[in-house]
C-alpha cells in the first residue's frame, strides 16, 4: 500500500528552525516527483518547495526562498524540509506529496499525506 508520512512539526518560536520529514512506504520515493505544500488556517493550500525524480530540480517559493530547503535521502526513502528562520506566517499544516507521472511536478499530485501541524509563535 503506497503511504506518505509526515512528521518534524510542531511549536517553535520566531527564528527557530524545524526539520519536517516525509517517509514514504509500498514505493520508491527517489522515483517520483516529490512536493511540500502548506495550507494555514482560512487560506488556500500553496506549494512550498518541490523536489524533481532524482533531484536534479528544485523549486521554492518565494515567500520561503532563503529560508527553506528541500533535499532527498535514497537511503531513508525520505524526503525532507529544512525550515531555519522561521516567522508566525509560516504556520499551517503541511503536507507532502508526489506526482507518479512526471520528472518533475509542482500541481496536481497524485497521492498526499495527513499532514503535519507546524505552529510559529512566541
Known amino acids: 500500500q503506497l503511504q506518505l508520512v509526515e512528521s518534524g512539526g510542531g511549536l517553535v518560536q520566531p527564528g527557530g528552525s524545524l526539520r519536517l520529514s516525509c517517509a514514504a512506504s509500498g514505493f520508491t520515493l527517489d522515483y517520483y516527483a516529490t512536493g511540500w505544500f502548506r495550507q494555514a488556517p482560512g487560506k488556500e493550500r500553496e506549494a512550498v518547495s518541490c523536489?524533481?525524480?532524482?533531484?536534479?530540480?528544485?523549486m521554492i517559493a518565494d515567500s520561503v526562498k532563503g529560508r527553506f530547503t528541500i533535499s532527498r535521502d535514497s537511503a531513508k526513502n525520505t524526503v525532507y524540509l529544512q525550515m531555519n528562520s522561521l516567522k508566525p506566517e509560516d504556520t499551517a499544516v503541511y503536507y507532502c506529496?508526489?506526482?507518479?507521472?512526471?520528472?518533475?511536478?509542482?500541481?496536481?499530485?497524485?497521492?498526499w499525506g495527513k499532514g503535519t501541524l507546524v505552529t510559529v509563535s512566541s
Open positions: 506529496a508526489v506526482d507518479m507521472g512526471s520528472d518533475y511536478r509542482c500541481d496536481g499530485m497524485d497521492y
Open positions: 523536489i524533481s525524480r532524482g533531484g536534479v530540480t528544485t
